[in-house]
């Protein structure tokens, strides 16, 4: 009974969250500058009826599905942010805003959970407890604005949260499930060694600091393939790696930039320590000094069990068993993670890529695309998963 209601409903809204995809993607919005996409989802909201439409931040939105009958609390989001990419596609939705273009598809998300909000808001009869609908701002640029919604108050309360991205790599029709650690926690690390300048001609008379630079390239892989216990996963990677004017000065700072990646607690506190170890006993060994600077990004994605298990129930009931996809953990990573931090919840992929159509190009490429029978399978899986936990 309640696919059938699924389905009939998906169908209802198809069209509608195709075209509210499309104005979306021709009017992009770049992180924590989402006023017109914001003013669009408040709009849009506001005319279904029966939402208690907020905005917890100035470019976010939520809306509150309040029951006639008691039960636990909800959560959904989408992101609505686009990034600073120059759009090379040519089709008639393509983005009218020059150097800002929806290559992630958080159009698609938005339009998505526009469309599920509209499907539930008319089943307020029907609605056990609350359902909540974050129309997050700016996914894609540190610090994110998943904890600023948070810090908001949005999750007061929530009992549940979920959340789906499209994925340009994956085959339409399939759906991607995670048990478990799904996105490490991205952390950034900066390093200034401070040598003395000097003439190339006499390096004796100089800490090099490109010399004590690279050993520091070196000895800090070490800690990965050293330091971490082979069962555990960590990334270490040095991305930058800046000094230098010309041929015949030895400079007198290098900058060194990378990312750490991890998925528990423990080694997120231990990797910091050991970086500066190895960093203060180098540049100590060479007679230079240093500045080390360690920046938390986003927690770890970690998908609660029960909740994911709901999940592949919903999939395989309307699209088979053949439509699951397993994912392993993957050492990216995602702000989504800071609502999972106040609810459990589960976070799905949507395959949309269709090669046949010519849909392959990855995210964040000037001619990414996807399939739009992705946000069909989408809507389905949201609000036949969401029926299913508030009936639990």
């Given amino acids: 009974m309640q696919t059938t209601v699924t389905e009939h409903s998906a169908e209802k809204v198809r069209e509608q969250v195709i075209q509210w995809r499309r104005y979306l993607h021709q009017h992009p919005e770049l992180s924590f500058q989402e006023e017109k996409t914001s003013d669009f989802v408040y709009d849009t909201l506001h005319s279904f009826g029966n939402l208690l439409v907020t905005r917890p931040t100035k470019t976010s939105v939520m809306a509150r599905l309040i029951g006639s009958q008691p039960g636990k609390c909800i959560a959904l989001r989408a992101d609505m942010d686009a990034l600073p990419i120059q759009e090379e596609n040519t089709f008639s939705y393509a983005s009218q805003n020059p150097g800002v273009m929806h290559a992630c598809g958080h159009d698609g998300h938005t339009a998505m959970l526009l469309g599920t909000a509209k499907v539930l808001s008319e089943m307020k009869d029907q609605i056990k407890g609350e359902i909540r609908f974050f129309f997050q701002h700016a996914e894609e640029l540190f610090p994110g604005g998943a904890s600023e919604m948070v810090a908001a108050g949005v999750m007061d309360g929530v009992d549940v949260v979920l959340g789906a991205h499209v994925l340009s790599t994956l085959e339409i029709g399939k759906i991607g499930i995670t048990y478990g650690p799904m996105l490490a926690a991205p952390d950034v690390f900066k390093i200034t060694v401070i040598g003395k300048g000097g003439h190339a001609a006499h390096p004796h008379q100089v800490p090099d600091s490109v010399a004590i630079a690279a050993q520091l390239v070196t000895n800090l892989q070490h800690i990965v393939s050293r330091n971490v216990d082979p069962l555990d996963s960590a990334v270490l990677s040095v991305t930058q790696l800046i000094s230098g004017t010309t041929h015949n000065v030895i400079p007198g700072t290098a900058y060194l930039c990378g990312t750490v990646r991890t998925f528990t607690p423990e080694l997120r506190e231990k990797i910091p320590q050991r970086i ?85 190009n990855p995210h964040h490429h000037p001619r990414f695309d996807f399939d739009e029978a992705a946000l069909d399978n989408g809507l389905k899986i949201l609000l036949h998963s969401t029926l299913s936990l508030m009936n639990q």
Avoid: W
Wanted: glycine share 10%; aromatic share 12%.
């Fill in 276 to 360: 500066e170890q190895i960093v203060k006993g180098i540049t100590e060994a060479h007679e230079a000094t240093y500045e080390f600077t360690y920046e938390k990004g986003y927690a770890a994605l970690i998908n609660d069990e029960k909740i994911t298990k709901t999940i592949e129930a919903s999939i395989i009931e309307i699209f088979g068993e053949s439509a699951v996809e397993y994912f392993k953990p993957c050492m990216g990573g995602e702000d989504f993670s800071a609502y999972m931090e106040k609810a459990p919840g589960s976070y799905i992929t949507l395959g949309a890529g269709n090669a046949a159509k010519g849909i392959t």
